[in-house]
């Protein structure tokens, strides 16, 4: 590990990646200030939970640092492949807790939580928020159904084609489009 200042704002998420896959630690830090937050809003989301949350927060971070070199650029970027390593942290957490219901934190919850530290980030959270609903709503309800219930709900395929009495292909196209158009409308408004 390494000692001194952080790694410059400007480097490329790839870049950073290259430098933990190096070992550097300013590297995994300065991927954290840029992503913590909203890895924590993600897992806050699903559990319901502040240290449940965090807790998976460190070990998704953690399994960055250990598997930074796994990551391909080719199938997304190194935003979506920390986030989805949040998600399966999260729902796995989920899943572990014994006779615990299922306890969805409503958005305006997450957004008290999260914005408690750093005003900042309660701004972007909030312009985020307002842009991923415009682009959900642009989604046919079908589309727009499945993928709340996977990113929001913290349900996998199988549970919501069970819950939406619908097939297993059904789910993963309406998913797999769904995804496809957000991501249209997110890139079209600056959000990568």
Known sequence: MSD????PPEATDEALLDAIT???DRALAALYDRYGGLAFALA???????????????DAFLSVWRR???FQTGRGSVRTWLLS??????I???RGTAGRARQDAPLDEVDRVVSAEDPWREVSTTLQREVLKRGLATLPDAQRETIELAYF????????AQRMAVPLGTVKGRMRIGLQKLR??????GVE
């Open 4 to 7: 001194g200042p952080s790694e």
């Open 22 to 24: 190096a070992r550097d």
């Open 44 to 58: 806050y989301r699903i559990l319901g939970d502040r240290g449940a949350a965090e807790d998976v927060v460190q």
């Open 68 to 70: 930074a070199g796994s």
């Open 85 to 90: 390593i949040v998600h399966h942290r999260a």
């Open 92 to 94: 796995d957490r989920l």
């Open 153 to 160: 709900g913290g349900y996998t395929q199988n549970e919501i």
């Open 184 to 189: 249209g409308v997110l890139m079209g408004a």
